[in-house]
């Protein structure tokens, strides 16, 4: 089976860098995705690690160290748009599904 | 236009009543998921099917059955509704490159 953990709660202002890590469990899995959801809303694609190292797309950056069973999400530049939860998820290899982390819930102040 | 479309997008029922949620998608995509969000619990997977014939229980099937009448379409039915169903349900696509999963809108699911 696969599980995933993440810190519930991250507090951060508008203009800095936060940081959401996740370390999991797994069997196997293809990779390490991100996901972003806005209250009341569906989940959206950020960032996907098939490789360990660091993925940028935009503001966001993403890292993956299979070795260490660990990644983590990077938001640079906070906006007050940025606010919402943030969820690691991993695709087994064997069941081709996602699993879902619980979920960091990103609160940006003025 | 949306690409993962849910019906309805509320619903208010009562214990022991049938329900069904439906889903379609535009994607062109063979796997679909049907998933199951409670507040701070996250994503659980209910069920899932990687074409009209393919169906998979996931890890919180109980209680809840699956049809896949087309590529396009993939419904979840509540045979007899429980309080304890109440829950936000989301239909997925998986797809692309970067193993992408797309999600519909959402259902916002009461039971009385």
């Known amino acids: 089976g696969q599980s995933l953990e993440q810190p519930s709660e991250v507090t951060a202002v508008e203009g800095a860098i936060v940081q959401i890590n996740c370390t999991y469990q797994?069997?196997?899995?293809?990779?390490l995705s991100w996901y972003q959801q806005h209250d009341g809303g569906a989940p959206t694609f950020l960032s996907y690690?098939?490789?360990?190292g660091l993925e940028e797309t935009g503001r966001f950056s993403s890292f993956l160290s299979r070795s260490d069973s660990y990644g983590y999400l990077l938001l640079q530049e906070l906006q007050m748009k940025d606010s919402a939860s943030y969820f690691c998820?991993?695709?087994?290899?064997?069941?081709?599904?996602?699993?879902f982390g619980s979920g960091t819930r990103l609160q940006v102040q003025p | 236009d949306a690409d993962v479309t849910q019906t309805p997008r509320n619903r208010i029922t009562k214990t022991g009543k049938r329900i069904m949620l439906e889903c379609s998608q535009t994607k062109g995509h063979d796997r679909m998921y049907w998933y199951r969000q409670d507040p701070g619990l996250g994503l659980r997977l209910i069920y899932y099917s990687f074409d009209v014939k393919d169906i998979n229980k996931g890890e919180i099937s109980d209680g809840y059955s699956v049809s896949r009448q087309a590529q396009a379409k993939f419904s979840l039915s509540l045979e007899s509704a429980i309080p304890n169903q109440t829950a936000l349900y989301f239909c997925?696509?998986?797809?692309?490159?970067?193993?992408?999963?797309?999600f519909g809108p959402g259902t916002r699911l009461t039971v009385l």
């Open positions: 690690n098939a490789l360990d």
């Open positions: 797994t069997s196997g899995f293809y990779g």
């Open positions: 998820a991993v695709l087994d290899t064997g069941r081709r599904a996602l699993t």
């Open positions: 997925a696509t998986l797809g692309g490159g970067t193993d992408t999963q797309y």
